[in-house]
C-alpha cells in the first residue's frame, strides 16, 4: 500500500515560520497532486494549497501571499512553507495525494495530521 508521513509541525509565536514535510512511500507508480489540508478544533476540513506542478498551484485566499506549496517528484515529498503565521492558522495540517500505485489503481491517499499551533 502507500503511506504519507507528515512532519515539521509545533509551536510558533505569531508572525513567524514552520516548513511542514510531507512523503509518500510504498507501492507507488506515479503521485498526481499532493495537497495540505486542515481543520482547527470544532471546524470542518479545508483546503490550505495544491500542487501538480510547479506552474499548477492553488492556494486558499487565507493563506495566499503568505504560504508556499511545492514538491520534489523524485523524493515523491511536498513541502509546505508557511511564513506570517497568525493564531488563525492553528490547526492539524493533513498532507493528501493522488496516487497511481504499482498495481495501476488510483489511490486517494491521507497522512496522520501534524499539529501546527500559533500562539505567544
Known amino acids: 500500500q502507500v503511506q504519507l508521513v507528515e512532519s515539521g509541525g509545533g509551536l510558533v509565536q505569531p508572525g513567524g515560520s514552520l516548513r511542514l514535510s510531507c512523503a509518500a512511500s510504498?507501492?507507488?507508480?506515479?503521485?498526481?497532486?499532493m495537497g495540505w489540508y486542515r481543520q482547527a478544533p470544532g471546524q470542518e476540513r479545508e483546503l490550505v494549497a495544491t500542487?501538480?506542478?510547479?506552474?499548477?498551484?492553488n492556494y486558499a485566499d487565507s493563506v495566499k501571499g503568505r504560504f508556499t506549496i511545492s514538491r520534489d517528484n523524485a523524493k515523491n515529498t511536498v513541502y509546505l512553507q508557511m511564513n506570517s503565521l497568525k493564531p488563525e492558522d492553528t490547526a492539524v495540517y493533513y498532507c493528501?495525494?493522488?496516487?497511481?500505485?504499482?498495481?495501476?489503481?488510483?489511490?486517494?491517499?491521507w497522512g496522520q495530521g501534524t499539529l501546527v499551533t500559533v500562539s505567544s
Open positions: 493528501n495525494a493522488a496516487v497511481i500505485t504499482t498495481w495501476i489503481t488510483t489511490l486517494e491517499v
Open positions: 510504498g507501492s507507488i507508480f506515479r503521485v498526481n497532486a
Open positions: 500542487v501538480i506542478s510547479a506552474s499548477r498551484t
